[in-house]
């Protein structure tokens, strides 16, 4: 199991798909990218900046009731790829032990982030999905995929994405 980092969230064009990216922590430095859902990426996007919604989102539902069972998460792991779908769990501990619930990376991922967890993939998943980013002599190349992330995210605000649910 490797730790990963969150890169960011971007939408790859032209499909306007959202786009998830982890790096992993160590030397190797694969990175993997995950599509996932707009309301998804959005949730993640608002947890990295650190913005509270007017109303509570789903991920922030699911981390109140956590906490209110005194549950911890201890982290998020994805576990598997299939058919081009990810899969992944969320290692929780309580009082009546330690189990491993089976959810989507980007559910896995927003949660985590809300919680200050660690995010891990298992090794087979990133030697099949994982790439490298080729370094440029000066590293602008990885520089150039950060900017496009920090774009993205410095167009959403909340409002994008909160609807007519008053």
């Given amino acids: ?17 959202p786009i998830v990216l982890l790096r992993e922590s160590s030397d190797r430095g694969l990175f993997l990218p995950i599509f996932v859902g707009s309301a998804e990426a959005t949730s993640i996007a608002l947890a990295m900046d650190k913005v509270e ?21 201890q982290r998020v792991v994805v576990t598997e790829i299939r058919e081009k779908t990810f899969f992944a769990e969320l290692h929780i501990r309580d009082s009546r032990g ?13 949660i985590a982030l809300r ?3 660690p995010i891990c993939v298992v090794d087979e998943v990133l030697q099949q999905a994982g790439y490298h ?15 496009e992330f920090r774009d993205f995210l410095d167009e959403v605000t909340p409002d994008d994405f909160l609807g007519d649910s008053k």
């Fill in 1 to 17: 199991m490797i730790e990963m980092e969150l890169v960011g969230v971007r939408v790859e064009l032209p499909a306007s798909a």
């Fill in 53 to 73: 919604a007017p109303r509570p989102m789903t991920h922030d539902l699911l981390v109140s009731v956590l906490q209110s069972l005194d549950a911890e998460l």
């Fill in 98 to 110: 330690q189990r491993k619930i089976s959810c989507r990376p980007s559910d896995a991922i927003a």
């Fill in 115 to 117: 919680l200050e967890t």
């Fill in 133 to 147: 980013i080729p370094d440029d002599e000066d590293g602008g190349h990885e520089e150039h995929v950060l900017a």
